[in-house]
């Protein structure tokens, strides 16, 4: 009862401070759902994301005129949003829904203009070919008879849509095609059989029959295009370089620190959690190899002492099909130590599925969380897990299954759902801004994430168990070291031979992990250093209001606190926090 009513003060607090709203926050969120509604329906696809099922039977309109059109809408709006909100009169709340919907529309242009993904990324297309299908049919409350008669409207648009996708790409960096193809090979299997069986549909009768025909027959063909029209001449540049990056990284963070001093950060933190690896391994070393010698205790030594501790705890995994299971299995253990130890208060009812992650899908992370939409919140959050890739051979697998082994499974399930992305996303659903449930923030989704890895073992999670421990180091050694790669691929022309060699040497991880860590540091820019970035605020914020209340510091208060104002930028959450929690 205590804890409910923690919450419900929790929300109360944040819920009265935004219905002490002002005439002028009224306008702003009147003229946000204005745009938005524009928006929607020039973008049914992200519609369905969002959990707006009105446009669910329609495919976006990549014409000339449409994508004129979109930008347009964009650029006009940047302009009105100042002449029609008069920022002064807003409350601190409003001004600061005003400031992260005008970054947002600063951030569209930017890629419009620099990144161009439709246009380079032939991935950037998997989110209308397939993704628009598949959040369609597992993720929406609309009723499933007609979830799929949209699904069968939609998917009869993917041949057009192929077609503007051909014209559209061209100076294609080599390995975002490569990895297309590889994703395209799931689509075509996806429309073949795989979305009969998550719709619940005999394919002899089924109104999806004959538009999955044409889409898979039309991804074929699209296929046939990837690998031996648009591959060979894919030249461009996977690079963003370093102005760029810098641009973008002040853009995606905005922290009040550069890109280079983010990365001196990370290099200096990295030496801290390496050191507290040694110091754990050390600790490790009589009863995991009794008998044998320490090595000695220098830089090489240490960093071979924690490798080969590291490696032997890497035999006690499980078997590759059941990494679902297995991952499921950790959920009822670490949701009960959650409650336990009021961490803080879980979602009721619990929407959280885990699920293998689709073919489709596959190529470019181990595990994601895909939360409940910001407008359809009563949807699931879907947990998806990723089995080695088929064509790795058994080495690799043996390599992916050590580095996901149980200790380091149950760190992966902390960071991805419980106390997690799930749980932080559902509270970010509760709060009343459409403006931040809409334009969430993935810098404090990433922050919170990576914050509870090391929260968990502080509170107790493992009873103690120095493998547990061992591992998350490891997995936050990830976190800094996908800053200093981040940093290094895009800004110093770090070559593949040195990446693998930071990544296996440095931060320990088998090859299969680095191998595809390198080839996500060049499908994204900026995106791995949000963890890291994120995780600075949460935990100095924790240490700041920590001080400041001394004995009277409740951690369920605190971190309700954190979760209670929406997925926002990170730079906003210690004004709003210390307010709340600092009498």
């Known amino acids: ?22 005439e002028e926050d009224k306008k702003l969120a009147s003229y946000f759902d204005a745009w938005l509604e524009v928006y929607l329906k020039d973008h049914p696809t992200e519609a369905t994301s969002l959990g707006d099922h009105r446009y669910d039977d329609r495919m976006d309109d990549f014409s000339p005129q449409a994508v004129a059109a979109r930008k347009k809408h964009t650029a006009d709006t940047l302009v009105d949003l100042p002449n029609k909100i008069d920022y002064t009169k807003l409350s601190r709340n409003g001004q600061i829904d005003f400031e992260i919907f005008r970054d947002s529309l600063i951030r569209s242009q930017w890629d419009d203009k620099f990144t161009r993904p439709l246009e380079r990324d032939p991935r950037a297309w998997n989110g209308y070919i397939s993704d628009s299908v598949f959040t369609l049919l597992v993720q929406s409350t609309v009723e499933k008879t007609r979830g799929v008669q949209n699904a069968a409207a ?3 648009g993917i041949p057009k849509l192929l077609e503007a996708t051909k014209k559209m790409l061209k100076d294609c960096p080599e390995i975002f095609v490569q990895t297309a193809i590889k994703q395209n090979r799931g689509s075509v299997d996806f429309y073949r059989k795989g979305i009969f069986e998550i719709a619940g549909e005999t394919p002899q009768v089924s109104v999806l ?17 990837l690998e031996h029209e648009l591959l060979p001449r894919s030249k461009g540049d996977w690079r963003i370089g370093k102005e760029r990056f810098a641009e973008k990284l002040k853009m995606e963070l905005d922290l009040g620190f550069s890109a280079d001093e983010l990365y001196a950060r990370a290099l200096k ?7 507290d690896m040694a110091m754990i391994a050390r600790q490790m070393w009589a009863q995991t190899f009794p008998g044998k010698a320490v090595p000695p205790d220098d830089a090489a030594g240490r960093r071979l002492m924690i490798q080969l501790v590291l490696e032997e705890l890497g035999k006690k995994h499980g078997e590759a ?7 499921k299995n950790t959920i009822a253990e670490i949701k009960k130590f959650i ?6 208060t879980l979602p009721s009812p619990d929407r959280c599925d885990v699920i293998e992650m689709p073919e489709f899908q596959r190529g470019f992370s181990t595990a994601y969380l895909n939360p409940a939409p910001a407008l359809d919140p ?33 760190i992966l399930t902390i960071h991805e759902a419980y106390p997690g992305h799930y749980v932080q996303l559902e509270y970010g659903n509760r709060n009343p801004s459409k403006i931040r449930r809409v334009l969430y923030s993935g810098v404090f989704a990433e922050g919170w994430a990576v914050y509870t890895e090391q929260m968990m073992l502080d509170q107790g ?18 976190a800094v070291t996908n800053t200093i790669l981040d940093y290094r691929m895009h800004c110093l022309n770090l070559s593949d031979a040195e990446a693998l060699k930071l990544l296996m040497e440095d931060a320990f991880q088998t090859e299969g992990e680095a191998l595809g860590k390198i080839t996500r540091s060049k499908l994204s820019s900026c995106q791995l250093s949000t963890y890291f970035a994120g995780r600075v605020v949460f935990y100095r914020l924790r240490q700041e209001v920590s001080r400041a209340l001394g004995d009277k510091f409740d951690l369920k208060e605190y971190h309700e606190a954190a979760l209670s104002h929406g997925t926002l930028p990170v730079k906003y959450l210690p004004e709003l926090v210390k307010k709340q929690l600092i009498k």
């Not at 009862?1 to 002002?22: D, E, N």
């Not at 933190?269 to 050191?275: G, Q």
């Not at 999670?461 to 990830?478: A, I, P, T, V």
């Open 154 to 156: 939609r998917i009869q």
């Open 378 to 410: 009563k949807a699931k959050s879907l947990y998806a897990v990723s089995p080695p890739p088929s064509e790795w051979n058994d080495r690799q697998v043996e390599s992916y299954l050590r580095e996901y082994n149980s200790s380091m499974l149950k």
């Open 461 to 478: 999670f493992g009873e103690g168990d120095l493998s547990m421990r061992l591992h998350q180091l490891k997995w936050y050694l990830r």
């Open 209 to 225: 029959t004959e538009p999955c025909k044409k889409a898979a027959a039309a991804l074929e063909e699209y296929q046939s295009f």
């Open 339 to 344: 409650e336990a130890k009021k961490i803080l």
């Open 321 to 327: 099909k059941n990494i679902v299971t297995d991952a």
């Open 269 to 275: 933190e990295s030496e801290r959690v390496k050191n």
């Open 1 to 22: 009862m205590k804890s409910i009513l923690a919450l419900l003060g929790i929300l109360f607090f944040v819920t009265s401070s935004f219905s002490q709203a002002t």
